[in-house]
């Protein structure tokens, strides 16, 4: 009670894993093969909304639908974007490393 600060057990604070090429490569892999899945996905919806017209008088139930359709097919496009950029970004970090580790450089500490 008197000791303002506690103390950390050094053995119960988590270690670092490191970054290795085949993680970066292995990370890449997953993300590329969930961004290809959702550009199936976008390109599905897309499709089905192109082939099913909206049939209706009113103008705002046609405004509603276009901007639903546009909404689920942007979210779509956006996962699709953001897992193909972390699938870059994965691939691009593994040759780094790997030109890091060529050139006995060693990777700045964080």
């Known amino acids: 009670m008197t000791d303002p ?3 950390q057990n050094p053995a119960a604070q ?3 894993t490191p970054t290795t090429p085949l993680r970066c490569l292995t990370g890449a892999l997953i993300a590329g093969g969930m961004a290809y899945c959702l550009y199936l996905l976008t390109v599905s919806i897309s499709q089905t909304f192109a082939a099913k017209p909206i049939s209706s ?3 705002t139930a046609i405004n509603i639908a ?3 359709r546009t909404l689920v097919v942007g979210m779509s ?3 699709t974007c953001i897992f ?3 699938t870059l970004g994965l691939l691009a970090l593994a040759i780094q490393i790997t030109f890091q580790r060529l050139t006995n450089r060693t990777p700045p500490t964080q």
Do not use: K, S, Y
């Open 57 to 59: 008088d009113n103008v």
């Open 84 to 86: 193909g950029l972390v």
């Open 66 to 68: 276009i901007a639903v």
């Open 77 to 79: 496009a956006l996962g």
């Open 5 to 7: 600060t506690p103390t």
């Open 14 to 16: 988590p270690t670092e």
